[in-house]
């Protein structure tokens, strides 16, 4: 694709609720990571997959946070039992991950949870 | 952890301002990139510059691996470069973590 896609855009859920964040990376990229980024601050690193395989999930910040990637391209994000602090926007880069060490890392435009 | 630190926090400038935004971290790195968010929550990346200098028409970025920071200049700034500055370090301990600093958070003026 002509770049990396977030579905849906926004997502409004309940607490206690489940939900996943998709991701679509750029077309031949191998890298891939998940950020989450709350209201004036930075974004916060979560898991960065290189393939299939996560190569660093040490960002996750409970095992309420899930990951997968299962033919090394879409990723989806799972979080559970979901919480009023996991409101953020939540933030999908890829990069061509050829080099052995990370690279220019592309962004989408991003999911926003609101959790009520 | 390694501490990434930006500065200024806040910038306004008249249009057609040069500036120098700034970007301290703690621990060796990896690489080193900058980006832009723009008012809509877009990053888009300006620079993968983990040392030396590169420059990309209004923008230049300059990063000193051994003193632990790197610089982006605007020159000539222009409306549409208003936004959030970010620089993202990786760190090296041998993860693929990036970690950003808070950003400066630059309006520029008719």
């Known amino acids: 694709g002509a770049g990396v896609s977030q579905t849906p855009s926004n997502k409004v859920t309940e607490k206690g609720k489940y939900v996943e964040l998709r991701c679509d990376p750029i077309?031949?990229?191998?890298?891939l990571y998940w950020y989450r980024q709350s209201l004036g601050q930075g974004p916060e690193f979560l898991i960065y997959?290189?393939?299939?395989?996560?190569?660093?999930d040490s960002g996750l910040p409970n095992d309420r946070f899930f990951a997968v990637r299962p033919e090394g391209s879409v990723s989806t994000l799972k979080i559970q039992r979901t919480e009023r602090g996991d409101s953020a926007v939540y933030l999908c880069?890829?990069?061509?991950?050829?080099?052995?060490?990370?690279?220019?890392?592309?962004f989408g435009p991003g999911t926003r949870l609101l959790v009520l | 952890g390694i501490q990434v630190e930006q500065s200024p926090p806040d910038l306004i400038l008249q249009e057609g301002a040069n500036s120098t935004l700034r970007c301290n971290f703690s621990?060796?790195?990896?690489?080193l990139q900058w980006f832009h968010q723009n008012p809509w929550g877009q990053l888009i990346n300006l620079f993968y510059?983990?040392?030396g200098t590169k420059q990309n028409g209004r923008l230049s970025a300059t990063t000193v691996a051994t003193e632990r920071y790197s610089l982006l200049y605007i020159s000539s700034s222009q409306t549409t470069d208003s936004g959030v500055y970010f620089c993202?370090?990786?760190?090296?301990?041998?993860?693929?973590?990036?970690?950003f600093g808070a950003g400066t958070r630059l309006f520029v003026k008719a």
């Open positions: 510059i983990p040392s």
């Open positions: 880069a890829s990069s061509l991950g050829s080099g052995g060490y990370q690279e220019t890392q592309y």
């Open positions: 993202a370090v990786e760190l090296d301990t041998g993860g693929f973590k990036t970690i």
């Open positions: 997959f290189q393939g299939t395989g996560a190569a660093d």
């Open positions: 077309s031949g990229h191998t890298a």
């Open positions: 621990d060796s790195v990896n690489n």
